[in-house]
């Protein structure tokens, strides 16, 4: 083979292995290191430090070629030969950059492989001699003209030289001639022997020899750089031998004429055959790249939910026989959408290809290297699609093994992300199920993972929960709650009552909070915590706002119409609500559509949902005060405003949140926070108002501290519309002038 086989930056990754793996090289190629480094456009390698029979080595070598390649010349010269082996070398030259693919591998046969043999059959060992080298030479040379290279080109020249001689004088004795030309055996089947000892002496020396001076340069020992390098290139040897066999059969006795005449069909024979091949190939490439579509996620290059699929059935059919257990963990990041919105999908994508990479980073080498599943692998990894990762887990000892894994995943994703620019901390969720105990199908398990993940966003996020089946059992009831929450809505199920608020220092009635509740057909009166979340969630909250603004208004102006000065009633907005876009133009059109004064609407919104975006909300807060509604903060000091936010913000009133009250009697801290929560509201020109009152004690410490507004189950308790006006009546509220009627305020959140 023509082929001068030392390793270089140009050489098949040493990672592959067999046939599948190997992409042997044309041109020759030098010896060097292992590692490469990119300089400018083009590849270097480093040399190491050299061994001292390195130099050695090379120039005995050298010796051995020249020697060989000098028996050649003296052996032409004064044997009488045809010149016809000229051309044929000529030919090999020329055609050492083509090869031909052997289906079925990735290995090739070096078109100047098989005239080198038939070359050596043919016109004998001399002429074999020389082709070689020439071809090893003109290959070398066609690289570069440096120095070193050149020192490359001439062990390379030699080596190819002195392996064509063994193996050409071999087989000649083989056949029972001399080193010179002669007959071959006199059947075709007789030749096939002797060129496979010419291919395998051939192919040992030059491998050997090149793996030995590899071996010297790098520090490698000879067998690994041989088994890495050169193992699977004699079937290139073989192949060209082979090929050589029926050639030289066919060929014998033809004159130099005769072979110029033959030589052309063979080469358009071989660009027809490599001709299909490459369409074959491109074919194949483009199946390849249609089974990636269909199987792996272009993002993370993990499986997709369908290869993952195919990997769950399997192993759930393997955990079967062999009576094992398999594990499923179902991941979602926590809270993506608001990335996604604040920085948009483009970051997303790059979050994304950065948690699958520390998804794969996370677990260790034996459990999921490349998310492919084969015997003994522990762990297989997919994107399910969003922001939602699977875990396959198998051949685990017990439940901790999964619990560990789980606790790795929750420790890489918690790392802070730097991602374009912006340092974005993630948290994960996750949950697990376990065949057979939570179910023996790919779709069940995958539905109980899903159920567990779930129920540990309700506790909190950042976490792990295993499956039981009180969640499926809870989730089967939120469903169910989900579609009669609906079906309220449609139903006109709710209803409000009012709870009033009194004077600190003359305790009259001044306001009213409205409460809305759900009569439930079958579950009874349910209370706001029951179903807002819910609403809040599925986005039923929005028409069910949007019903409390038009009852209330309407209620109004039923008080307008009987002659009675009413008290002002002031919304709750939830967090949904207050970020929708067209919040303004509804609470407008209903006020216009009612005909109600804004002075009896009060707008309360809690301090978590203003601080999520302090800017935006900003504007949204000055864009209702300039509807003319009064503006309000609800449970304020459980969430983290700012002075400077409290002073840009329009508003009104504070409302104190009703933790801080409960334990005030015995609690200094409690005390010391709603003294603070007063002096600093009053500061800014604010009223205040405590909720949650139950005590005398309690009344008595928040009206000595100056607070403005009371409200709890001391005075009342939530009403409904006819009990309520007949406790205003009780309390003579009716009858007092309007500028001192107070306000009345609707929540949607849970009070008792």
């Known amino acids: 083979m023509v082929l001068s086989m030392v390793m270089s930056v140009e050489r098949p990754s040493t990672k592959q292995k067999g046939p599948a793996g190997y992409q042997p090289k044309r041109a020759t190629q030098e010896p060097g290191g292992t590692e490469t480094k990119m300089k400018g456009s083009e590849i270097s390698t480093p040399t190491p430090a050299r061994h001292p029979l390195f130099l050695p080595f090379m120039w005995g070598a050298i010796a051995l070629g020249f020697g060989a390649i000098g ?37 090739k046969i070096s078109i100047s492989d098989t005239f080198f043999f038939t070359n050596v059959v043919l016109y004998g060992t001399p002429a074999g001699i020389i082709t070689a080298a020439l071809d090893a030479l003109v290959s070398s040379l066609r690289r570069g003209r440096s120095r070193k290279r050149l020192e490359y080109a001439l062990f390379n020249l030699a080596t190819m030289a002195f392996s064509a001689l063994a193996g050409g004088t071999v087989f000649f004795h083989m056949i029972g001639r001399g080193g010179l030309a002669g007959p071959p055996a006199p059947t075709a089947q007789g030749i096939f022997l002797p060129l496979g000892v ?57 004159s130099p004429l005769m072979l110029g005449v033959i030589l052309p069909v063979l080469v358009a024979t071989y660009f027809t055959y490599k001709t299909y091949l490459d369409k074959v190939t491109e074919l194949n490439s483009a199946l390849h790249q249609v089974n990636n579509l269909a199987y792996y996620d272009s993002l993370t290059n993990l499986p997709n939910r369908l290869l993952f699929t195919e990997h769950l059935n399997q192993a759930l059919a393997d955990a079967e026989r062999d009576n094992q257990q398999v594990a499923v963990m179902f991941l979602d990041l926590d809270r993506f959408k608001r990335i996604n919105d604040t920085f948009g999908h483009g970051l997303g994508d790059l979050l994304l290809k950065v948690v699958g990479d520390r998804l794969s980073a996370s677990l260790r080498c034996g459990d999921v290297p490349s998310g492919d599943p084969r015997p003994g692998t522990a762990i297989s990894l997919g994107r399910f699609g969003g922001d939602e990762f699977t875990l396959l887990l198998r051949n685990f000892t017990n439940i901790d093994d999964v619990a560990s894994v789980a606790q790795r995943i929750l420790d890489a994703i918690s790392m802070p992300v730097d991602v374009a620019g912006h340092e974005i901390f993630v948290t994960v969720s996750i949950g697990i199920s376990l065949s057979p105990a939570d179910g023996g199908t790919a779709d069940t398990l995958l539905k109980n993972a899903d159920t567990a993940m779930y129920h540990s966003k309700g506790n909190g996020r950042a976490g792990y929960h295993f499956y039981s089946l009180y969640m499926n059992e809870r989730s089967m009831k939120k469903l169910s709650l989900e579609n009669d929450l609906r079906r309220a809505v449609e139903r006109g199920e709710f209803e409000l009552h009012y709870q009033p608020k009194l004077d600190a220092h003359k305790r009259t009635p001044v306001g009213l909070e409205a409460l809305i509740r759900w009569a439930h057909p079958t579950r009874g009166l349910l209370l706001p915590a029951e179903f807002i979340p819910l609403a809040e969630e599925t986005g039923l909250i929005i028409p069910m706002g949007e019903w409390v603004l038009r009852t209330v208004c309407a209620q109004i102006m039923t008080w307008l119409g009987e ?17 929708q876009k067209d919040l303004l133009q509804t609470i407008s059109q209903i006020l216009r559509e009612i005909c109600v004064d804004p002075r009896y609407l009060e707008l309360e919104i809690t301090e978590s949902t203003v601080m999520q975006n302090d800017e935006e909300a900003g504007r949204t807060l000055r864009g209702l005060a300039s509807l003319g509604v009064r503006l309000s903060i609800d449970d304020f000091g459980t969430g983290y405003s700012s002075l400077s936010s409290l002073k840009r913000f329009t508003l009104d009133t504070l409302k104190i949140d009703r933790s801080f009250v409960k334990d005030l ?69 009716w009858s007092l002038p309007a500028q001192q009627s107070g306000y009345a305020k609707l929540s949607l959140l849970a009070r008792p």
Request: hydrophobic share 45%; proline share 4%; net charge negative.
């Open 71 to 107: 028996y050649a010349v003296y052996e032409l010269f004064n044997t009488p030969f045809s010149y016809a082996w000229i051309l044929l070398a000529s030919v090999t030259v020329l055609c050492s950059p083509f090869t031909i693919k052997i289906p079925g591998t990735n290995s």
């Open 198 to 254: 010419l291919a395998l002496l051939h192919y040992l020396l030059n491998s050997g020899s090149v793996a030995a001076i590899v071996a010297l340069e790098s520090g490698k020992k000879v067998r690994t750089v041989w088994q890495e390098s050169f193992l699977w290139t004699s079937i290139t040897y073989f192949a060209g031998a082979g090929a050589a066999g029926f050639i030289s059969v066919g060929l014998r006795g033809l």
């Open 563 to 579: 002659g009675i000065e009413p008290l002002p009633v002031a919304v709750n907005l939830s967090c949904v609500q207050f970020r």
């Open 665 to 733: 009697s015995h609690d200094a801290d409690d005390r010391a926070i709603i003294s603070a929560i007063i002096g600093m509201a009053h500061t800014l020109g604010l009223r205040v108002v405590a909720e949650g009152l139950d005590t005398e004690e309690q009344m008595a410490f928040l009206k000595e501290q100056g607070c403005d507004e009371l409200q709890g189950f001391l005075f009342s308790r939530p009403l409904p519309v006819d009990q309520i006006n007949t406790w205003l009546e009780e309390n003579q509220v």
